[in-house]
């Protein structure tokens, strides 16, 4: 079970903390990605977490503005969104991808992530 929290409105140029808790898997041999969804638009990934040796990756349009972070065991994980802009507006979902091999996915739309949560909103006004 994965679930988001965190979210919100706030005015462009501000920031937002993120939470994903984790629960339900055996080990802590999966991989987690934070993706968004804006209306109209592909689910995207903004950030993820491997499996293997906790390596980030990031979007293009993220980095150097959002910082996913997490407690040893991966049972919560954080992203830290700074200097936010209206086109970061949409829903924040986790998702865990308990079956793949190395690294972790950013594709588009989350396929090969198995697991998602509710999704939180986050609204940045210009």
């Known amino acids: 079970q994965l679930v988001e929290s965190g979210g919100g409105l706030v005015q462009s140029g501000g920031s937002l903390h993120l939470s994903c808790t984790v629960s339900g898997f055996a080990d802590a041999d999966y991989a987690i990605g934070w993706y968004r969804h804006a209306p109209g638009k592909e689910r995207e990934g903004v950030s993820c977490i491997s499996s293997e040796n906790d390596s980030t990756y990031y979007g293009d349009s993220v980095k150097g503005r959002f910082t996913l972070t997490s407690d040893n065991a991966k049972t919560t994980v954080y992203l830290q969104m700074n200097s936010l802009k209206p086109e970061d507006t949409g829903v924040y979902y986790c998702?865990?991808?308990?079956?793949?091999?190395?690294?972790?996915?950013?594709?588009?739309?989350?396929?090969?992530?198995?697991?998602w949560g509710q999704g939180t909103q986050v609204t940045v006004s210009s």
């Open positions: 998702a865990a991808d308990t079956v793949g091999g190395v690294g972790c996915s950013l594709d588009l739309g989350g396929g090969p992530y198995n697991h």
